[in-house]
């Protein structure tokens, strides 16, 4: 699910192609006519575009209707109802090391700045699989970098984005392994 130029989907799909990452996109869904959108029906992928808010209902349809046992947000910025029958099966990637520059509006160079504006030494990004509220559930992997002195939001996101192109696939292996656990608020990673 995207709602911008599909970096993150044309990232999954390259790992998916070179085999690091053992995935199938069954559907994109868009929020938005928007180059991830055309990016993922020139790779001939299923694509549709809902806009608005969608209800718990509405995506557990969609993801029936599709086939999916997961749903992958990557970049997307609408709310998103979670249904029972795929509670810990949504994941997302946040430009930041959450719990903090996270929730409703900190998307994009809006979290960068607002991190290089507390004066934070250390950014990142976190996968974190999603439940009704903003960037609260379980955290599955996060990844560090250093804020330096003459950061811009620009320079900042560019960074965090180079970390995220290798943690979003990582962690993505490990939960469709089911090499994660989730208890409670708490995910952790388990061998095997």
């Not at 509220?133 to 811009?152: M, N, S």
């Not at 560019?158 to 656990?181: H, I, S």
């Amino acid at each position: 699910m995207l709602s911008g130029a599909g970096r993150t989907l044309a990232n999954l799909l390259a790992c998916a192609d070179r085999g690091t990452l053992r995935a199938r996109v069954a559907l994109v869904v868009a929020s938005r006519q928007c180059a991830g959108a055309e990016l993922a029906r020139q790779r001939g992928l299923p694509t549709i575009v809902e806009p608005g808010d969608l209800s718990a209902a509405r995506l557990e349809a969609i993801a029936r209707d599709a086939g999916a046992s997961w749903v992958v947000l990557a970049g997307y910025l609408r709310r998103l109802g979670i249904p029972s029958s795929l509670a810990d099966r949504v994941v997302n990637i946040h430009p930041a090391l959450l719990p903090s520059f996270g929730g409703a509006g900190m998307f994009g160079l809006r979290v960068h700045r607002a991190v290089i504006e507390a004066g934070c030494k250390v950014s990142g990004c976190t996968v974190h699989l999603c439940d009704q509220e903003y960037d609260r559930g379980p955290i599955v992997a996060q990844a560090a970098c250093p804020v330096l002195d003459d950061d811009t939001p620009e320079t900042l996101a560019a960074r965090v984005f180079d970390l995220e192109c290798r943690t979003y696939p990582d962690a993505l292996e490990l939960l469709l392994a089911g090499r994660v656990r989730v208890e409670g608020r708490r995910a952790r990673v388990v061998s095997g």
